[in-house]
């Protein structure tokens, strides 16, 4: 029997024996391990990896039942144009928290009993995904329960809409006129809550948040049930909504009290930027370096950014020598801003620009372009809200152009101009559409999609960074100008590094951060306000913003080790590296490399020498 038919053959029957015996999820797990052992390590290179590994399956089944959780735990709001309704995603109650973690529990105590060394490489890196995966669930919903823990003794109503939101998810008959007394005392313990929360001077921001979202999520589980009832049963429809307009008007007030009484608890005083975010600290900024699988400290990355930094500066003084400007390289970044596009035209620009980059990589054979990805990408325009807190376009399955509009200031219509000139959009185009955003969308959801929840900023945006720096290094920016610009996108990839990590070491302010962009990079200064205050407000992780260039640099550091060495050609490496999906980059180089892995693992690879 050739190995491939011995595994399906291994597979049915097992499939077939667990049918009639009802044995456990654990038992396929180890079926699968074990058929991984008998096919995986001889054709490691096999189709089947493509899509797959032993472990995909459990990985399914963890997100579905999670999302299963999620959903039922979670209240309803009536779509009335159609028979499926919209779930309200809300704080999680106590008793969903608790839920989610028993689920935690059962896959982390069943990987342990899975036999690690018996799979692939694939399944190995997705069972280390998938444990990490699962251990950050484990702490967020833990630290969600702490806050909560701090807060409940402002909801002693809670309870109680807690209770009755549980009849109404089978349908339990209840008693109107015993739900109009119910919404009485409810009506006294929240205006009690509200007096002892008035009297709350101020909360710590995380702890206000919480307080906010748990009324606003309360609010919706007491409509959701509301609505299930009323008009429906006619003793509850007779006796209920009186009360409850009063109930919920309360909670609306109550809920945007909650949410006045938090204050950023941090030594940094306002310095007029308007700006608000909370700085995490030394200790959290290292735990969530590990978590994306980055051995370095926040100030070995600073010494990194500066060093990336050093780099850049004599880069752009060739290029602002070569433009007649000397060493005044902010003359010569003035002169490629003021090259803007007449107003209408940027679109037209963005195509000319995306047709550039996509034939010098297909000249030099870079990467393989499916004929409908490079057909189907769109093409939209930016709010101006949004370009408040995104001054340049973004990509994905789309561009998204930021340019002014006729409700914008003049002065804000032209910092957004200059800000969006064709030299600095030549060398960020690729980044937003093909090979970066717009193809990982496009290949992501084609090639094991089941990893989605394993994606990280160091790979989203590191692999569309990797490819600025690729272009640079091919030759893509022949001329100064266009050296300009790429260099400009450089820098303030370096100094999104050293600012963030400054700031949420509680070193800089808002407003140093903002100041040193407008000097050290020469950004404009409303472009920086808008990048400052996407880092800070824009919903954000405190990696989001150094996962560009650090994820980047992952991705040179392995195309120097499997591309340089000869091991691969581009397009191998580009199309593999692309097909594994968003997976933080070195799990990628275990899987590239063949590395040997432990069910252990931690994070070590040093991809970049400071020194």
């Given at each position: 029997m050739?190995?491939?038919?011995?595994?399906?053959?291994?597979?049915r029957?097992?499939?077939?024996k667990?049918?009639?015996?009802?044995?456990?999820?654990?038992?396929?797990w180890t079926?699968?391990?074990?058929?991984?052992?008998v096919y995986?390590?001889?054709?490691?290179?096999s189709?089947l990896y493509?899509?797959?590994?032993?472990?995909?399956g459990?990985?399914?089944?963890?997100?579905?039942?999670?999302?299963?959780?999620?959903?039922?735990y979670?209240p309803?709001?009536?779509?009335?144009?159609?028979?499926y309704?919209?779930?309200?995603?809300?704080?999680n109650?106590?008793?969903q928290r608790?839920?989610?973690?028993q689920?935690?529990?059962t896959?982390?105590?069943d990987l342990?009993?899975?036999?690690?060394?018996?799979?692939?490489?694939?399944?190995?890196?997705d069972y280390?995904m998938?444990?990490?995966?699962?251990?950050?669930?484990?702490k967020?919903?833990s630290e969600?329960?702490?806050?909560?823990?701090?807060?409940?003794?402002?909801?002693?109503f809670?309870?109680?809409v807690?209770?009755?939101?549980k009849?109404?998810?089978?349908?339990?008959?209840?008693?109107?006129?015993?739900?109009?007394?119910i919404?009485?005392r409810?009506?006294?313990?929240?205006a009690?809550d509200?007096?002892?929360?008035?009297?709350?001077?101020?909360?710590?921001?995380p702890l206000a948040?919480?307080?906010?979202d748990?009324?606003?999520?309360l609010k919706?589980?007491?409509?959701?049930?509301f609505?299930?009832y009323?008009?429906?049963?006619?003793?509850?429809?007779?006796?209920?909504?009186?009360?409850y307009?009063?109930?919920?008007g309360?909670?609306?007030?109550f809920?945007?009290?909650?949410?006045?009484?938090?204050?950023?608890?941090?030594?940094?005083?306002?310095?007029g930027?308007?700006?608000?975010?909370?700085p995490?600290?030394?200790?959290?900024l290292?735990?969530?370096?590990?978590?994306?699988?980055?051995p370095?400290?926040?100030?070995?990355?600073?010494?990194?950014?500066?060093?990336?930094f050093?780099w850049?500066?004599?880069?752009?003084?060739?290029?602002?020598?070569?433009?007649?400007?000397g060493?005044?390289?902010?003359k010569?970044?003035?002169?490629v801003?003021?090259?803007?596009?007449?107003?209408?035209?940027?679109?037209e620009?963005?195509?000319?620009?995306?047709?550039d980059?996509?034939d010098?990589?297909?000249?030099r054979?870079?990467?393989?372009?499916?004929?409908?990805a490079e057909?189907?990408?769109?093409?939209?325009?930016?709010?101006?809200k949004?370009?408040?807190?995104?001054p340049?376009?973004t990509?994905?399955?789309e561009?998204?152009?930021?340019?002014?509009?006729?409700?914008?200031?003049?002065?804000?219509?032209?910092m957004?101009?200059?800000?969006?000139?064709?030299?600095f959009?030549?060398?960020?185009?690729?980044?937003?559409?093909?090979?970066?955003?717009n193809?990982?969308?496009?290949m992501n959801?084609?090639?094991k999609?089941?990893?989605?929840?394993?994606?990280?900023?160091?790979s989203t945006?590191g692999w569309?960074?990797?490819?600025?720096m690729l272009?640079?290094?091919?030759?893509f920016?022949?001329?100064?100008?266009?050296r300009?610009?790429m260099?400009f996108?450089?820098?303030?990839?370096?100094?999104r590094?050293?600012?963030?990590?400054?700031?949420?070491?509680?070193?800089?302010?808002?407003?140093?951060c903002?100041d040193f962009?407008?000097?050290?990079?020469?950004?404009?200064?409303?472009?920086?306000?808008?990048?400052?205050?996407?880092?800070f407000?824009?919903?954000y992780?405190?990696?989001?913003?150094?996962?560009y260039l650090?994820?980047?640099?992952?991705?040179?550091?392995?195309?120097?080790?499997m591309?340089?060495?000869g091991?691969?050609?581009?397009?191998?490496?580009?199309?593999?590296?692309?097909?594994?999906?968003?997976?933080?980059?070195?799990?990628l180089?275990?899987?590239?490399?063949?590395?040997?892995?432990?069910?252990d693992?931690?994070?070590?690879?040093?991809?970049?020498?400071?020194?």
């Open positions: 050739d190995k491939p038919l011995r595994k399906r053959t291994l597979i029957r097992y499939k077939n667990l049918n009639k015996t009802g044995k456990t999820q654990l038992a396929l079926l699968l391990a074990l058929a991984g052992n995986g390590q001889s054709h490691p290179s189709v493509d899509q797959t590994s032993e472990l995909a459990p990985i399914i089944q963890y997100e579905q039942d999670i999302d299963a959780i999620r959903d039922f979670l309803y709001e009536v779509n009335e144009r159609s028979e309704q919209f779930k309200v995603y809300v704080l109650s106590p008793e608790s839920r989610l973690l689920i935690d529990s896959y982390l105590a342990k009993k899975v036999d690690f060394r018996g799979l692939s490489i694939y399944g190995q890196a280390l998938l444990k990490k995966e699962i251990a950050k669930h484990v967020n919903l969600e329960n702490t806050r909560y823990d701090q807060i409940k003794i402002y909801l002693s809670a309870d109680d807690y209770a009755l939101e009849k109404r998810r089978r349908g339990e008959h209840v008693d109107g006129e015993e739900v109009a007394k919404f009485s409810l009506a006294v313990n929240i009690n509200s007096a002892k929360l008035s009297n709350v001077k101020s909360l710590d921001k948040n919480t307080l906010g748990a009324a606003s999520a919706a589980r007491l409509k959701s049930f609505d299930f009323n008009t429906y049963d006619p003793a509850f429809t007779w006796w209920v909504p009186v009360p307009k009063k109930i919920n309360q909670l609306s007030s809920t945007e009290l909650a949410s006045s009484k938090g204050k950023i608890s941090t030594t940094q005083k306002d310095d930027s308007g700006i608000k975010g909370k995490i600290g030394r200790k959290a290292i735990a969530q370096l590990n978590d994306e699988f980055i370095y400290t926040p100030e070995e990355l600073i010494e990194l950014a500066n060093k990336e050093a850049c500066d004599k880069e752009m003084l060739k290029a602002s020598r070569q433009m007649g400007f060493d005044d390289w902010k010569a970044l003035e002169k801003k003021n090259s803007y596009m007449p107003l209408g035209h940027q679109p620009l963005i195509v000319k620009l995306y047709n980059a996509i010098f990589i297909k000249a054979d870079l990467i393989t372009v499916p004929p409908l057909e189907t990408w769109g093409m939209v325009m930016m709010s101006p949004r370009q408040l807190v995104n340049f376009f990509g994905g399955k561009i998204s152009i930021s340019y002014p509009t006729n409700s914008m200031a003049y002065d804000d219509r032209l957004s101009m200059r800000g969006n000139n064709p030299y959009s030549r060398g960020t185009v690729q980044h937003e559409l093909i090979p970066g955003h193809l990982q969308y496009f959801s084609r090639y999609p089941y990893r989605h929840e394993f994606s990280t900023p160091f945006e569309a960074l990797y490819w600025e272009l640079w290094d091919q030759g920016a022949q001329k100064p100008e266009e300009v610009g260099l996108w450089r820098m303030h990839r370096c100094a590094i050293i600012f963030s990590m400054s700031y949420h070491l509680n070193r800089w302010t808002p407003q140093q903002i962009l407008v000097d050290r990079v020469g950004h404009e200064r409303a472009n920086a306000e808008g990048e400052v205050r996407r880092s407000e824009g919903g992780s405190p990696l989001y913003q150094v996962a650090l994820g980047g640099l992952q991705y040179m550091a392995l195309k120097h080790e591309v340089d060495s091991k691969m050609t581009y397009k191998q490496f580009h199309d593999a590296a692309i097909k594994e999906n968003l997976i933080p980059v070195e799990m180089r275990a899987i590239l490399t063949k590395q040997q892995l432990d069910a693992f931690e994070t070590k690879w040093r991809f970049y020498n400071i020194k």
